[in-house]
C-alpha cells in the first residue's frame, strides 16, 4: 500500500519560511520522480517544485529563488524548503510520487498571513 505522508504546513507572515517534508512507504522511492503541487481555493492544482531520481529539479516561476526542493533517499522522504513566503503562497501542498503512474499525499495547509 502506497503512503505519501506530508507535514509541516501552518500559519507564518509574510516574510517567513517554512518546510514541508513528504514521508513516503510502499515504494521504491529512489526511483520515483517526486513532486510537490498547490491548490489554492477556487483554483486548480498546480506543480510547485519537482525533483527527478537523479536529482534533477524544476520550479514553477512563481517560487524560483524562494523554494528549494530536494530528497533524502535513505530516509523516503522529500522536502521543500519554502523562504521569503508570500499571500499568494496560500495553499493547501500535495506531495506527488511519478512513474507512470501518480501517487499523491492528503495535503497539508499553508497559509501565509499577517
Known amino acids: 500500500q502506497v503512503q505519501l505522508v506530508e507535514s509541516g504546513g501552518g500559519l507564518v507572515q509574510p516574510g517567513g519560511s517554512l518546510r514541508l517534508s513528504c514521508a513516503a512507504s510502499g515504494i521504491i522511492f529512489s526511483r520515483y520522480t517526486m513532486g510537490w503541487y498547490r491548490q489554492a481555493p477556487g483554483k486548480q492544482r498546480e506543480l510547485v517544485a519537482r525533483i527527478t531520481s537523479g536529482g534533477r529539479t524544476n520550479y514553477a516561476d512563481p517560487v524560483k529563488g524562494r523554494f528549494s526542493i530536494s530528497r533524502d533517499n535513505a530516509k523516503n522522504t522529500v522536502y521543500l524548503q519554502m523562504n521569503s513566503l508570500k499571500a499568494e503562497d496560500t495553499a493547501v501542498y500535495y506531495c506527488?510520487?511519478?512513474?507512470?503512474?501518480?501517487?499523491w499525499g492528503q495535503g497539508t495547509q499553508v497559509t501565509v498571513s499577517s
Open positions: 506527488n510520487a511519478n512513474v507512470n503512474y501518480n501517487y
